[in-house]
């Protein structure tokens, strides 16, 4: 994901949209709740990671140990199947 479309998801999560993408061949689902309520888990359900905002969620959800601005680069967005 290159840092424009990177600024996009960031702003449509802080509206409440949530996206399916992949990362590294595993589907994500990241969402943001208008409770406050942030998430970021597996699709398969095996792993998940709840946050009490979107700031706390960016800063601190990670993918294989690399937080969402380190993985930008490698996540594939609006592809995940």
Known sequence: ???????LFKEGLSRGEEYLFTYHDV?????HGPN???????DDGTYCQDFNSLDELLKKAKLEGKTL?????????GIAE
């Open 27 to 31: 589907n994500y689902w990241i969402s």
């Open 69 to 77: 601005d380190e993985a930008r680069n490698e996540i594939e967005w």
């Open 36 to 42: 406050g309520d942030s998430s970021l888990a597996r």
């Open 1 to 7: 994901m290159n840092k424009d479309d990177y600024m």
